[in-house]
T-cell receptor, first 113, second 108 residues
Framework: DAEITQSPRHKITETGRQVTLACHQT?????MFWYRQDLGHGLRLIHY???????NKGEVSDGYSVSRSNTEDLPLTLESAASSQTSVYFC????????????FGPGTRLTVT | GQSLEQPSEVTAVEGAIVQINCTYQ??????LSWYQQHDGGAPTFLSY????GLEETGRFSSFLSRSDSYGYLLLQELQMKDSASYFC?????????FGGGTRVLVKP
């Protein structure tokens, strides 16, 4: 069955370190998204991609970067982790541009100490 | 830009009906989605309204009125397993913007 996975599921890192969160989907979806979820803020879009070599900034992109070298993967990198980036991170994918139904991964809980 | 407002919490008993309202301000908006998220879990898609009116999917229904910039999710015959957070999300510019979520607590 097609799925979307994230790794690691839990991560503790120190301020200033570079961290990369992995997202892998086997739906063969063109669209992929990264969100962060904090209490009281719902889901906020960090970056998104509509296909290989395409990346776009979301509403909270400062301090994060992504790259898309194939259809299946969209890794999220925190260049220099900050305590404000402690959050739960969700990756999602969708079938076509503009289609509303997104499929979410299980999430990564990141703690920056 | 976009913003979506929904109540923070709703409590109801098993078998009851709950309506979660969502009001929005957005530009280029073309649809309203609803997602369910259980504690510790990932959001899962419930429904999508591209046109005005009511969409029914089993015990859940969703409504959209573009003229009023308003939608709602109706949960009928509430069950304990419906205790979760529910998010409305506006679709515009090829991506989703989520509301802050409504936590629904179902009591026996």
């Amino acid at each position: 069955d097609a799925e979307i996975t994230q790794s690691p599921r839990h991560k503790i890192t120190e301020t200033g370190r570079q961290v990369t969160l992995a997202c892998h989907q086997t739906w063969n979806h063109n669209n992929m998204f990264w969100y962060r979820q904090d209490l009281g803020h719902g889901l906020r879009l960090i970056h998104y991609s509509y296909g290989v070599h395409d990346t776009n900034k979301g509403e909270v992109s400062d301090g994060y970067s992504v790259s898309r070298s194939n259809t299946e993967d969209l890794p999220l990198t925190l260049e220099s982790a900050a305590s404000s980036q402690t959050s739960v991170y969700f990756c999602a994918s969708s079938e076509s541009r503009g289609r509303s139904e997104q499929y979410f991964g299980p999430g990564t809980r990141l703690t920056v100490t | 830009g976009q913003s979506l407002e929904q109540p923070s919490e709703v409590t109801a008993v098993e078998g009851a009906i709950v309506q979660i309202n969502c009001t929005y301000q957005t530009s280029g908006f073309y649809g309203l989605s609803w997602y369910q998220q259980h504690d510790g879990g990932a959001p899962t898609f419930l429904s999508y309204n591209a046109l005005d009116g009511l969409e029914e999917t089993g015990r859940f229904s969703s409504f959209l009125s573009r003229s009023d910039s308003y939608g709602y999710l109706l949960l009928q015959e509430l069950q304990m397993k419906d205790s979760a957070s529910y998010f409305c999300a506006g679709a515009a510019g090829n991506k989703l913007t989520f509301g802050g979520g409504t936590r629904v607590l179902v009591k026996p």
